[in-house]
């Protein structure tokens, strides 16, 4: 049994510009509440927007311990807690829904009115443990590498937007970007058999990575306008927004991902939205029948991330894995993760 309080360093961000490790305590779960020890935490964009200040301020509450893409291990469990065990490999649902609201009786707990975040409005995985409901903890099988639990967030993120889409076989299917939610969704689009995966990115590096993870075609070049059925904006910037709706086919359907920071705005071309009859659709986060359907396609074998990892660091690292996110330079950049307990 783990010794209470349990207690070491986390990443905290104090306030935008203003990031530390700093000592963080946790006592022993009761109740209905698990106590889970991340082991590896994924950063992303939305991180760095959280360091600068530069995510709406409505998503976000400060101090916090950043991370809210990881996986790791059940530490204790409150006494009413059944089905998991200390020692059990999970991931935990970081969206804390309130289930009582109305978005969260319809199901769209993404939209829950009480919005909750680990990692966002609270601590996130990037410190000693995680205390968290039980019900928002699922448990990895025993196959699945436990690094690749990491990417169940961004994955269930753009597994959300996917089946918001009308999606057959036989699609051409445009991604512009080149990260990670990029990569994932080049990846996991593929389980509806489109006809041709078309990555539009920035950075020739990243080419490779693109093919191992599913791209047919990967280019750094504008995208041909009109000659898509689906598009997929993963840049995070309004100028991709503007190219993802030129580059759809009449018809097509453009899914936009990205966030392109708090009040920017991108041109939209209203007669060709009309006349083209487009589908566009914005997808916030992830549902948490997403997130379910994302452990499930992991377990099952039919998910399998682990080759987006590209760079590994230990927390002490910090500030090199921040950085590596902002300024992406020498060869193919996917998911960086922070090793918590050495990379077990
Ligand atoms: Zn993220
Ligand atoms: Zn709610």
Redesign the pocket.
Known sequence: MSEFPVRGQALVVRGPGDVILEERTHSAPEGNQVLVEPHFVGVCGTDLEITSGALDPAYVRYPLVLGHEWSGKVLAVGEQVQGLRVGDAVVVEGIV?????????AGK?N?????DELGFTLDGAAGPAVTTPAHLVHRLSADVPLDAGALVEPGAVVLRGLLELDLVPGQSVLIIGDGTVALLAANLVRMWSPSSVTMSGRRPEQEELARALGVDHFTVQAPDTAAFDVVIEAAGATAAVETAIDAARRGGQVLLLGIAGHGNTAKLPVDDVVNNDLRIRGSFSYTAAAWAETVRLLNSGSFQPLPLVTHRVHLDDYEKALDLLANPTGGPRGKILIEMHGGK
Not at 97 to 105: E, F, I, L
Not at 111 to 115: A, G, H, I, T
């Open positions: 829904p309130c289930s009582v609201c109305h978005a969260c009786r707990t939209l829950c009115e009480n919005y």
